[in-house]
Structures are given as structure tokens and as C-alpha cells.
């Protein structure tokens, strides 16, 4: 049997030790190629290139661990993805696989994760895709714990396909050492930040901000990802790119739109 | 009665001639203060600046026509929404208007969109919102001839309420001098950018990349934007930011994520 291609990218940089991890597994499965940006673009959202120029170039980061062919780019995630389908590889990936992130990206944080923007950009082009993201914001976060379930994620997409229109967004517990207790799929836990901004002022007089804020969760459900993360499961959400509310539609025969 | 509060911005930037319009339209409904980009960020998608400080000024762009408050602001489109609810503003605003963006927003656009993210961001809030683009890129395009139509929306919206969870996103046709034939409430078209990479070489011999692309409709309905806007009509998608594809879910039994 063909082994699967695996396009691997992430949001936190080439260099990161989550894209290190992830192309260990993703090499357990199959060839893997990795086109991820030159530098950490988290928080980037579905953000693109259009007014500036893309580098990209071949790199060696890890001579033995890495890929045989990994290339950074000076773009945002969703631009990696781009360039990968569009200019450097030469047929379509089976899958693609973006994280591991340092940090989560459960319940909102979904909306401004460049590291689901990237599997979100693949879905969008019918590239099965997959985002993980580990609840620890650390550089040296301990991502071994929870390899062997990652490996059965990828491994279960590969054989039942992930439904169309449809990228999943994985969510892991800080590991602490110990695997997760398990697997859940999820749906999109009701949150929001409630933002502080820290002001301060420059040597030189000038006023600025920096942008903080507190997680503040809005729903008690029991089938959330959050809950599953608090619980020690590593949760599956599957994230769907048509916005459109259908539900909401309904709403709308009251307004007065086309009256005069 | 008291004037409701209304909070302008977009992702053209501050001196963009459809922002102009949307205050100019906001000032014939309420009280407006405008707090927008110093500098155009189309493409950022929910972008949040968060490895970087954050600038912000109160600016005169048009002492007659513009709002007694503006405020440029060195971040995306999400962070002056933040800046403006947390810092800016001293009371809740009614509405949050974004745009009018110079380009479509429709279909997939959405997931790309500067524009949107600022609604969205209000959105999370609990701040109900809209988004306006007209699907003309050129900084001189018509604006005026849609100007009732989004008034329209504007004073439906404040009448009726959108509902929870929902943004909406309005798109309107390129006007060339005449009205829009009316108003639809529509569903996101499905549709990719069939990307192609410009590759050119820098004077110093060094390669790179523009990101071009041409859009590629892959729906044939007649109840989405993309058909609402090709006859002429002004389209409404309520967007939601849950994107938790509840249908998908069934998907997910037959996978074997908990056996060893």
C-alpha cells in the first residue's frame, strides 16, 4: 500500500517543539512533507498575504528527527497552506496536519487560531485536516504523554475520511506526565475573553497598550470541549467553514426589508 | 428617545471612503464614534495583536462630515473592537457597524475578511452587529446608491435585534450609479479561490511570491449571496461563530478513538 503524504504546519514557527512532535508522529504514518511559517504568527486568525511579498526556502532543522523536506515561509499559517497545494508539492496531500500548538485553542480561541486557520485553509481546498493544540502555553511543554492518541486521531481520519466541509479541531490536556484519560467528541464550548488592556507609557511619553484578558466560560454543558479538557479527555470538535446560521434564518421574516 | 450608540469601524483603514459613508449613514440614525485601523489590513482575518503594543489616537479625518470621536488605532480590526468596548468608549454601544468594505465579503470571503472579524468580535461581546462590503475593490467606488438600503438594515437591526450568536454579513452589488433591485437573507455560498503564486525574482536574484488567485463558485443555488448579488440584490447571511458542525457529528460513531 502507498504510504499517505502529510502536510504538517503549524502557527508557532518551524522551529517550534509541537511541529517537532507532530512530524515525529506524523512519520510513524506515512511521508511526510512540512511547510510551516519562519516565525510565530498565533493569533494571526484566518489571516492571508496580499499586500506583501512570500519567501519560502528549503531548511534542514532537525537532520534526524525532521522530514526530508521541510520549508519555511515568511507567511501566516493559512499562506503555508497555500503555497504548499499551489507551488511545492507535487500531488495533493491526504491529509494535513497543523500544531501542535502551545497553548488552546478549545471553545473561541477557535476564531483566532492560526493554527486552525491552516487545517481550515486545507478543508477549504478538500484536504482532510486536522488542528492540535495542547492546553500549555510552555516552550517546553510535555507533548510525549499524549503522542500514541494523537497517532490513532490521524490514523482513524485516514481510514473513515472527516466529513465534507468539515476540519476537526483537537484540543489536548496539559499532560502533566500522564496520557489523557480518552478521546470526545465535542461541540464548541460558549466563552468569550474578557479583555484587559494593560496601558502604559514609553520612555519617549507615548501612551500604549497591551492587549490580556481572562477566559470567561458561558456554558455548563457536559458535552463541550471545555469540559472535556477540565476532565482530562482530549476533545474533537468538528468545525465547520460555512458560517451561514441557518437556525437564525427565521429571524428574519419580521424585517421590513423590501417594503417602501 | 434617546439616540442609540453606534460604534463604526472597518479594515480599510480610517481615511477609507466607505467608512466615511457608513459614518455619514450612522450619523443620520445615532450618536457614532468611530475607532478604525491607521493603516488598511484587508486579508487579516480575526487577527488579535498579541506579541505587540498597541497604539491609539483620537484623529480628525473630516471635521464636517465625519463623528465628534474618532480613533485610529495600530491594530487589526478585532483589536480596535476590543480597544473601543474596553477603553474607548464609556458605555455599551447599540451596534457595532464594520465597513463598508472596499470588496466582497460574500461566500467564503467571510473566513478571510478584516471586516467581518470586527463584527464578529462585537458579536462575542454581545453587541449586535453587521458587516458592509460592496463587491467593488476600487477606493472610488459608488457608495451612494446603496445608502437607503443600509440605513434600511441599520434601523431593522435596531428595531428587530439579531439574534444571539449571530452576526450578520451584508454584501452589496457594485452599483454602478443605480439602487440595488432590493434586499435577501441568504446562505454562504459554497465557493474556493483557485489560487495561483505569482514567482518573480528580486533585483538582488532573491525569489518570491505574490498570492493571486481567481474565485471559483461550486454552488448552484439561488438562495445563496453570491446568486443575491449577481441579479442585483443586497445580500444578509446571519453568521455564526460557533462553527461546531453539529451534523457532522453522527460521523464520528463509527470511529474507534476509545478501544485499545
Same mark, same amino acid.
Given at each position: 500500500m502507498k504510504k499517505p503524504l502529510i502536510l504538517v504546519t503549524n502557527d508557532d514557527g518551524i522551529t517550534a517543539p509541537g511541529l517537532r512532535t507532530l512530524i515525529a508522529i506524523a512519520k510513524e504514518i506515512g511521508d511526510v512533507i512540512v511547510v510551516a511559517p519562519d516565525s510565530p504568527q498565533s493569533g494571526m486568525g484566518h489571516a492571508i498575504t496580499i499586500d506583501s511579498t512570500l519567501y519560502s526556502k528549503k531548511v534542514v532543522i532537525d537532520k534526524e528527527k525532521g522530514a526530508p523536506s521541510e520549508y519555511s515561509c515568511s507567511g501566516t499559517p493559512a499562506d503555508c497552506v497555500k503555497l504548499?497545494?499551489?507551488?511545492?508539492?507535487?500531488?495533493?496531500?491526504?491529509?494535513?496536519?497543523s500544531g501542535i500548538n502551545h497553548g488552546s485553542?478549545?471553545?473561541?480561541?477557535?476564531?483566532?487560531?492560526?493554527?486552525?486557520?491552516?487545517?481550515?485553509?486545507?478543508?477549504?481546498?478538500?484536504?482532510?485536516?486536522?488542528g492540535f493544540s495542547l492546553c500549555d502555553y510552555s516552550w517546553r511543554a510535555?507533548?510525549?504523554?499524549?503522542?500514541?492518541?494523537?497517532?490513532?486521531?490521524?490514523?482513524?481520519?485516514?481510514?473513515?475520511?472527516?466529513?465534507?466541509?468539515?476540519?476537526?479541531?483537537?484540543?489536548?490536556?496539559?499532560? !502533566?506526565?500522564?496520557?489523557?484519560?480518552?478521546?470526545?467528541?465535542?461541540?464548541?464550548?460558549?466563552?468569550?475573553?474578557?479583555?484587559?488592556? !494593560?496601558?502604559?507609557?514609553?520612555?519617549?511619553?507615548?501612551?500604549?497598550?497591551?492587549?490580556?484578558?481572562?477566559?470567561?466560560?458561558?456554558?455548563?454543558?457536559?458535552?463541550? !470541549?471545555?469540559?472535556?479538557?477540565?476532565?482530562n479527555y482530549i476533545s474533537i470538535v468538528p468545525t465547520q467553514y460555512d458560517l451561514t446560521s441557518y437556525k437564525a434564518m427565521a429571524h428574519f421574516k419580521n424585517w421590513r426589508l423590501n417594503e417602501h
Open positions: 504548499a497545494l499551489q507551488v511545492l508539492l507535487d500531488r495533493k496531500p491526504d491529509i494535513c496536519l485553542n478549545a471553545s473561541i480561541n477557535v476564531i483566532y487560531s492560526g493554527t486552525m486557520s491552516a487545517a481550515i485553509e486545507a478543508g477549504i481546498e478538500g484536504i482532510p485536516a486536522i510535555n507533548f510525549e504523554p499524549a503522542s500514541q492518541l494523537i497517532k490513532k486521531i490521524v490514523l482513524e481520519a485516514l481510514k473513515n475520511g472527516i466529513p465534507k466541509g468539515t476540519v476537526l479541531n483537537v484540543n489536548i490536556p496539559k499532560t !502533566d506526565g500522564v496520557e489523557p484519560k480518552g478521546i470526545k467528541v465535542c461541540r464548541q464550548a460558549n466563552a468569550n475573553w474578557k479583555e484587559q488592556f !494593560d496601558k502604559r507609557t514609553s520612555p519617549t511619553g507615548r501612551e500604549y497598550f497591551w492587549l490580556s484578558g481572562e477566559f470567561e466560560l458561558l456554558d455548563e454543558g457536559e458535552d463541550t !470541549d471545555i469540559w472535556a479538557i477540565s476532565n
